[in-house]
């Protein structure tokens, strides 16, 4: 239940952070690319291609080290439908390798159209008498901007298929206070998200305190990701903004409980273009993605000391 | 520019409204489940194409009297890769029809995977030489919770290829007001929202008044409706909410104005699933959608009187 089976693979990788999937074209190593469009021509699916064997690579690199990958929809949907294929099966590969998947889609409707998000990303489709997985995430980011009427539908699935949602509370970007920092009668908008999650995770609670609602809180806002931490108890963090985006290990710390518990941080370029950093040959891409995973497992694990579920 | 070639459809169709495109597999008529599943077998593939045979249907019914369709995102998603490359194929198919594409995605994001949304639905992507569109849309809809982080990358993106988006202000659900109508200093949220719009459209600003930052405004909330109209001047509204959600043609009336221009009105359960309604055999369904388009339109221009872009 909930998001259980992620805790259980962060104690397990004692490494709480999760390697964003967000393959842009540029990344992809040459030989790769060369490959791909040489077989498929430069289309859409040669691109599609390419993006496949580079996130291929990556998860082979990683997944006895980190206990999950972030895909992030936006850049496959940009390579059309057969990006979206390459989504899909980033996802399969994963799962095949016991990576627990959370799928960046930041869906938000409602009724039956949230129901339709839910099945797609969560869930099993009928289709006659058969029944399907649609697409193969163990998690999935949502808007809560429309209210309850956009969240409950997830909770059902979530609990039918042992899954789990991250709802946008506090973004990394620098623009977020525009909204989310207004002050509604003295309370910042990002804390009224909160408290939504911790009265929508009621109904997906988990053995380890945690419910299956967690929060997406933004690592360059420490000062907020500190206050979350203490009015959100049950709520599990999404930490994205490490790295690129400027924050530090000592950024995030707060997020973490006594047991090391609370939180799960991003890193999509870092990792990624680590080989391009390093300015190492590109076909080590895959070892020098490892070699960041592991440089910031240890950093802020400095941070967050040993993880564990034993009840203390 | 903006949301002018949308005006253009309406002006041209005398009809302000949306046919929505949300096909579940249950609003299908059983003779095209049948044929799909005969060809494909009871699996993804032949949901799929049993969607684009309904779609088709309904496009061919519509198309020289309704100016826009509006496919969601979300009940193509539901049927996996599969019925993401149905929606392809739909958008493809009314554009094929003359018809204005708005895409129901409600994406979000920030700085770069905002653009890669921006690219996917609106846009254009390169691949070595060549280039490509991922999606067919017009426009779409999305949300504005990340502040302008997560709109500017779509302004650069509708400016260099003439297409619009309509971002969540005040949604048609029952649980809308849990955050949106919350005051901030004595003003909605939504409010802030609208006025982000106006701000935002300044960058995209149109030929007959209405900028390429429209707004989602539910049929379901009419004060709301007209107090959006008198403050957001040059923004144009999307209206879900009417008829399967309760609202009727009197409560968006305060949507458009002297020259009947100033929103679009979506029905999507309405028009699919006339033929359930009218009890007619379900080979009728593209027929008995079409004769609610003509109803609804009919109601509707009760209200809107003569739709015309001439400077009065």
């Keep these: 239940m909930a998001l259980d089976r992620l ?53 082979d690199a990683l997944y006895d080290i980190v206990p999950a990958v972030k895909p992030q929809a936006a850049y ?31 869906r938000n409707d409602i009724g039956t159209t949230m129901e339709a998000y839910a099945t797609a ?34 909770l059902k699935v979530c609990k039918e298929n042992d899954k789990g949602i991250f709802v946008l509370v506090k973004t990394s970007n620098p623009s977020s206070g525009e909204l989310q920092d207004r002050p509604v009668a003295g309370t910042p908008i990002y804390e009224l998200m909160g408290n939504m999650c911790e009265e929508w995770g009621k109904e997906l609670s988990g053995v380890y305190g945690y419910s299956g609602v967690g929060a997406v809180t933004g690592a360059t806002y420490p000062e907020q990701i500190k206050r979350l931490r203490e009015i959100l108890p049950h709520t599990f963090f ?17 997020a973490f409980d006594k047991n090391g518990l609370g939180g799960i941080v991003n890193s999509s370029r870092g990792i990624m273009c680590a080989y391009q950093k390093e300015k190492c040959s590109e076909r080590e891409f895959a070892e020098a993605a490892r070699r960041e995973a592991i440089r910031m497992r240890d950093e802020i694990m400095g941070y967050v000391g040993k993880i564990t579920t034993a009840k203390g």
């Design 238 to 254: 999404l930490i994205p903004g490490y790295g690129a985006q400027g924050a530090t290990a000592a950024d995030i710390a707060a």
């Design 7 to 59: 805790i259980e693979k962060i104690e397990q990788t004692q490494n709480p952070t999760v390697a964003g999937l967000d393959p842009k074209l540029d990344y992809v190593p040459e030989y790769i690319k060369k490959k791909c469009f040489e077989k498929h021509g430069e289309t859409l699916k040669g691109a599609a291609k390419a993006l496949y064997e580079f996130n291929k690579g990556l998860i």
């Design 121 to 154: 990303h969560l869930g099993k489709v009928k289709v006659g008498g058969e029944e399907y997985e649609p697409f193969l995430g163990d998690a999935l980011t949502v808007n809560g901007y429309l209210g309850s009427d956009g969240i409950k539908p997830l």
């Design 76 to 106: 496959y949907e940009m390579y059309g439908v057969a990006g979206v294929k390459a989504l899909y099966k980033t996802q399969e590969y994963a799962r095949s390798k016991g990576m627990y998947v959370i799928t960046d889609g930041k």
